[in-house]
């Protein structure tokens, strides 16, 4: 649909600057956003709205398609609109506000009570492992709007819910018990006594409001990810923000230059996730193909020091390394695919 209907911008009349202000638009012009066959025209007047949606019906008729007029409406900005998860809304003091739409919170939480439900009977470390990708794949859609209030908003609703299955798998126990057994400082970069987490593993359940709102960069004017001729352009796009990982991984990440330390090639591939379910796909992928490892600097025999530090590597390198016995070590997960930067 992208292809299709590439040029549908030229034909509702978006204007752009040239020079320094690459990806603005002229004045008095529209602003036509699509992503394949959604799409949103913000225009001035009633008079342009018109214009731009007549425009438009001429262009698409000869491709055969056609305005799905019952999902069709004009609407003010001060009354706001929903658009691919987002809700755009002018507000009485005249800022606009691009916030995550009231249906998309609401399907969240449904999923979070579907899932504690299903795993009702299981152990905290299912819970998190089973939890951690949505609320790392949600957050990470969501952090280049305003976001902060919802995530903390569903950090409370998750802390119920967990508070609820914590009781459930121990009707005999007192509350306090169940407190002091699945809750406490298990982030240690954070101050917060109330992250659920494992006691014997030390794993613990993220918090939306940890993620790290960062804004939205503009897209060229024109660039668009199917042109041959703009492959470096996205591609450069794509690595410059940081990943959705924890800071350690940053930090690693950091000093082996994104690479493999066993085969040389790049850890983490460019990424563009469309979606929160194609960032939750994105997080458990990772999780899958790359580990952190750990590794020891004596190796005289007969020393039994414990690993005095750590590395990230392809899965897959880590066991062909394990068979052939280059370093036996132990290995871990990669570290927490965590929101906290823009991608």
Known sequence: MNVALHGMEDAAGVRYLTGTHVGHTA???????????????????RDQVEQVKARL???????GLAFH??????????EGFDFLGFH???YSNG??????????????????RAEMRNLRGGNATMVITRL??????????YRTVVSKHTFTTIDSYLWWLTFKWAVRNHRNKPKKWVIARYYGTFNRSRADRWV??????????????????????MVDGRASPDDPDRVGYWAARGRRGKPPIDRWGLIQLDRQRGRCPLCGERLLHDHDPQSPDDWEQWVNTVRSAVRRQAITTDRRPGRTTGPDASRLVHTSCARTSARRGDQPQHHRHAPSCGPSGPA
């Open 27 to 45: 004045p008095g012009s529209p602003v036509v956003v699509r992503y394949a066959d959604d799409l949103v025209a913000l225009c001035h007047s």
């Open 57 to 63: 019906v001429d262009w698409l008729t000869p491709r």
């Open 69 to 78: 007029e019952d999902k069709t409406r004009i609407v003010h900005l001060t």
């Open 88 to 90: 755009v809304r002018r």
């Open 95 to 112: 800022k606009l506000l691009i916030k995550p739409s009231a249906v998309a919170v609401k399907r969240l939480r449904k999923r979070l």
């Open 132 to 141: 951690n990708p949505i609320l790392r794949g949600w957050a990470a859609y």
């Open 196 to 217: 659920f987490g494992d006691r014997d593993s030390g794993a613990y359940l993220t918090k939306t409001a940890w993620t790290k709102v960062v804004r939205h960069q």
